[in-house]
């Protein structure tokens, strides 16, 4: 029991730095209990935590969706681009 | 190619007859397409100050490229100005609190994976990580093998490997955070 009772208030009293290494731990899996209470307590507190919560999820969603995108196409300029840009030019020397 | 007189250089026309070249060699080497449109909108407004000054030595295109080619060179320098500054110093102090607060980023998930520039920022930042660290996020995260077989193919732990990718997960964040919101001074709890 004591030993529990020390566990969650290591926890508790861990910095933003194990917390952040919390939210990238469960992206690999689920964490353990304590750890998971532990966490949404934290990032209900810390507007910090709670962004870069939302930020490596976000990013570990994005990367795998990094191979069915090719590479950057090689085709010319698009009209829109030549249209505002043409639009400047005149402006400057109609 | 054309090597017209000085009196008849004409901005229009060199959108006409330059702008698909100009464009690929910016989005080549800058590959965003915001940035590209600025330095080659750069180029043609220097181009018109400079077109007295322009004899007709080189062709019309390589004169325009040279020009774009100096404006790319100023402006990647300047970015690593700015990143250098992003990128400096520890994510964390020693007690672990944040040494620098992440910020909300300015628009929504789905939003922002509908961005171009997004796609172009994510792989500048991928390119930038460490070459060991690249490997095994690239490996687990974006070709999402296995860990036992990423394990296996770089020679390193499992706990070696959760390091790897939660490095990259955190220089990731803070290379996108410093193109799309940088991150504040900002205590933790």
Known sequence: MKKSVNEAWRVLRMPCREYA????????????L????????????????????????FLHTAVRRLPERG???????????????????????? | MSRPEPGSLDPTRWLDEHGDA???YAIGRIRRAD??????QATLLAALEAKDRFRG????????VSILRRKIADHVRQERRREGATWAGPEFRPSGTWAVGPRRWPTDAEAMLAKPEFWVDLEACLGKLPAGVAEAFVLREVRQAEAEAV?????????NLW??????RLLLRRCLAGKWAPDRGEKGP
Request: glycine share 4%; charged share 30%.
């Open chain 2, 22 to 24: 100009l464009w690929r």
């Open chain 2, 35 to 40: 940035t590209a449109e600025e330095l080659v």
């Open chain 2, 151 to 159: 394990c296996g193919a770089l020679k390193i732990s499992a706990a």
């Open chain 2, 57 to 64: 030595e080189a062709d019309e295109r390589t004169w325009l």
């Open chain 1, 21 to 32: 290494a919390l939210v990238s731990r469960e992206l690999d899996g689920p964490l353990p």
């Open chain 1, 71 to 94: 590479p950057a196409s090689d085709e010319g300029m698009p009209e829109e681009v030549r249209g505002r840009l043409r639009a400047r030019m005149n402006e400057i020397q109609p």
């Open chain 1, 34 to 57: 304590l750890s998971l209470a532990a966490l949404r307590t934290h990032l209900l507190v810390c507007r910090s935590c709670r962004n870069f919560a939302r930020q490596i999820r």
């Open chain 2, 163 to 168: 390091v790897r990718v939660h490095r990259a």
